[in-house]
């Protein structure tokens, strides 16, 4: 079977891979036996994957480097539940950073421009100029992600006017 794979994808398991190299070389390993049964291949990799975390090392790296292991040997794969479930661990022990989708001057600057030209323009211009002002400021105060936001309808809208 031909499988395509992204060149970003490609270059991040050639990473892990060459890290791994390096880790078995340096432990006095040999990389054709790490992949030769899951039992040793489980052994080599938390070892690796503990290290990689005690050191700092970059998480995307450390999954990569299971996924080239697995890639290597077909068989591997779904017997690498200990290293699926540190690797987990870790990435629940990183704190997730918020940001804002836009800085809220964009934002600003956007919506009174469309305001802008809604009031310089007439008919149905005018209304998709201020409908679109609208819209981005009820995208950002309500948090909607932009497929939620197109979906939305004056049926999924309650207002004050509706007396409820």
């Known amino acids: ?9 490609d270059r991040m398991l050639k990473l892990s891979c060459m890290e791994l190299l390096t880790f ?6 040999h990389f054709g036996r790490l992949i030769a049964t899951p039992k040793v291949t489980n052994r080599v990799l938390l070892c690796f ?12 790296l450390a999954r990569h480097a299971v996924l080239v292991c697995q890639t290597m040997n077909r068989q591997l794969r779904g017997h690498l539940r200990p290293c699926w479930d540190l690797i987990q661990d870790w990435q629940e022990s990183v704190p997730s950073q918020l940001r804002n ?14 305001r802008l030209y809604g ?7 005018r209304f998709e100029w201020l409908a679109l002002a609208c819209l981005l400021e009820v995208g950002f105060w309500g948090l909607l992600r ?4 197109y979906a939305l309808t004056r ?4 207002l004050p006017s509706d007396g409820t």
């Open 155 to 158: 049926g999924k809208i309650t």
């Open 49 to 60: 994957l503990r290290k990689q975390r005690q050191t700092g090392g970059n998480l995307t």
């Open 119 to 125: 009031m310089q323009a007439s008919g149905l211009a």
């Open 1 to 9: 079977m031909d499988v395509t794979r992204s060149k970003h994808y």
């Open 24 to 29: 078995c070389s340096c432990s006095g390993g």
């Open 146 to 149: 932009p497929g939620e936001l």
């Open 101 to 114: 989708p836009m800085p809220l001057l964009i934002l600003e600057s956007i919506t009174v421009l469309a």
